[in-house]
């Protein structure tokens, strides 16, 4: 069974940047679609960027900022985080899509000051 661990959360300045990693145990390919979500506090989760096969999208608040990215040999996606904004604050979850099988990660806390 697939699991997952995001790291590389904190707190950061308005303009700053983070790198959050999300490490996977067990099998995963690359057409199997990985992605980022996050969570702010009385929100919805919703989701920020996805990739399966090099194919990336991403939300439109975040277009231009963030950068989502796999490496496939050390099964672990990454989101380069450029240009944080306050309203980016929230807990981001890394998730992986197996054949209709969802996984999540347990969250990490991302927190831009103003």
């Known amino acids: 069974q697939v699991q997952l661990v995001e790291s590389g959360g904190g707190l950061v300045q308005a303009g700053g940047s983070l790198r959050l990693a999300c490490a996977a145990s067990?099998?995963?390919?690359?057409?199997?679609?990985m992605a980022w979500y996050r969570q702010a506090p009385g929100k919805q989760r919703e989701l920020v960027a996805v990739?399966?096969?090099?194919?990336?999208h991403y939300e439109d608040s975040v277009k231009g900022r963030f950068t989502i990215s796999r490496d496939n040999a050390k099964n672990t996606m990454y989101l380069q985080m450029n240009s944080l904004k306050p309203e980016d604050t929230a807990v981001y979850y890394c998730?992986?899509?197996?054949?209709?099988?969802?996984?999540w990660g347990q969250g990490t806390q991302v927190t831009v000051s103003s």
């Open positions: 990739i399966s096969d090099r194919v990336t």
């Open positions: 067990g099998t995963i390919f690359g057409t199997n679609p």
């Open positions: 998730n992986v899509d197996i054949f209709g099988q969802r996984t």
